[in-house]
């Protein structure tokens, strides 16, 4: 059974930082693709950054955002720097393996002042 856990959310203020955490079990952690979807209230479900053969993020985050994976933890961070008010959202880990979709239960994140 995938399970994806979430960790490291909360409320910082405008130029901020924070690291998202998401530990997973039950799944081989290897090349599939795992990465960081967020949803903004009234708003569609976003992606935000991808790891697996390659890396990928959303237009609005590069250079600010960095994805990275240790496979000994079968754990996936987002370290989100130079926060902004539009990245508050509710923050979703992503697994996809053997043809599903896995998402973890979502991590508020705050931007205000």
């Known amino acids: 059974q995938v399970q994806l856990v979430e960790s490291g959310g909360g409320l910082v203020q405008p130029g901020g930082s924070l690291r998202l955490s998401c530990a997973a079990s039950?799944?081989?952690?290897?090349?599939?693709?795992m990465g960081w979807y967020r949803q903004a209230p009234s708003k569609q479900r976003e992606m935000v950054a991808l790891?697996?053969?390659?890396?990928t993020y959303a237009d609005s985050v590069k250079g600010r955002f960095a994805i990275s994976r240790d496979n000994a933890k079968k754990t996936v961070y987002l370290q989100m720097d130079s926060l902004k008010p539009e990245d508050t959202a509710v923050y979703y880990c992503y697994y996809r393996g053997a043809g599903a979709s896995y998402w973890g239960q979502g991590t508020q994140v705050t931007v205000s002042s």
């Open positions: 039950g799944i081989i952690f290897g090349a599939n693709p």
């Open positions: 790891s697996g053969v390659t890396t």
